[in-house]
């Protein structure tokens, strides 16, 4: 099975950057994958990491390691619409494409 | 938007009624999951499908069925609903052959069980 964490919620200034880590203990890793989901609506896709490094999307960035079993999710330029659950979920080793999700962290973004 | 959708969006049922919620794919995609979100808990994974009338069980598979009978449509099925089974569901799909891969959700079931 998976063990994921994930803070339970941050806080941020409209602007800022917010980085929210991810940590997994797993018998398989197949890569990684960050949701975002808003009060009352699906989870909507994000970023995917299977390899060691940084991913680029925008304002969104995404980090793998590996080895030490941590991704991080960084908004940076935070708006008051990036307030929102982000889910981190790893992908297992099977081929039916199951996600193992963590529990969510709540990003707030004061004005 | 993947075309994916969900009915009924709300439904409040009692103790030991069966409840049937639907979820209807316009993608083909092959890859169907059905999972439950509450607070605390995130997404836990209740079944999924990697084909017509090819199922499985996921995390927290007690209590409900599921049928694929055509690619497009994924139920689950409340055999007889009970308060711990209140919560929202959500379906999503997947296709095998896209680059990452991710998974699309439908808009969510929320279930309550008097």
């Known amino acids: 099975g998976q063990n994921i964490d994930q803070p339970t919620e941050m806080t941020a200034t409209e602007g800022a950057i917010v980085q929210i880590n991810c940590t997994y203990q797993?018998?398989?890793?197949?890569?990684l994958f960050w949701y975002q989901q808003h009060a009352g609506e699906a989870p909507t896709f994000l970023s995917y990491n299977v390899l060691d490094g940084l991913e680029e999307k925008g304002r969104f960035s995404s980090f793998l390691s590996r080895s030490k079993g941590y991704s991080y999710l960084l908004l940076k330029e935070l708006q008051m619409k990036d307030s929102a659950s982000y889910l981190c979920?790893?992908?297992?080793?099977?081929?039916?494409?199951?996600?193992?999700f963590g529990a969510g962290t709540q990003v707030v973004v004061t004005p | 938007d993947a075309g994916i959708t969900q009915s009924p969006r709300h439904k409040v049922t009692e103790t030991g009624t069966p409840v049937t919620l639907r979820c209807h794919q316009t993608?083909?995609?092959?890859?169907m999951y059905w999972y439950r979100q509450d607070p605390g808990h995130g997404l836990r994974l209740i079944h999924y499908?990697?084909?017509?009338?090819?199922?499985d069980k996921g995390e927290v598979s007690d209590g409900y069925s599921v049928s694929r009978s055509k690619t497009e449509d994924f139920l689950l099925t409340l055999e007889s609903a009970t308060s711990s089974q209140t919560s929202v569901y959500f379906c999503a799909i997947r296709d095998p052959g896209h680059s990452t891969g991710e998974q699309y959700f439908g808009p969510g079931t929320r279930l309550t069980v008097l």
């Open positions: 499908s990697y084909g017509v009338k090819d199922t």
């Open positions: 797993t018998s398989g890793f197949n890569g």
């Open positions: 979920a790893v992908l297992e080793t099977d081929s039916w494409g199951k996600l193992q």
């Open positions: 993608e083909n995609h092959r890859y």
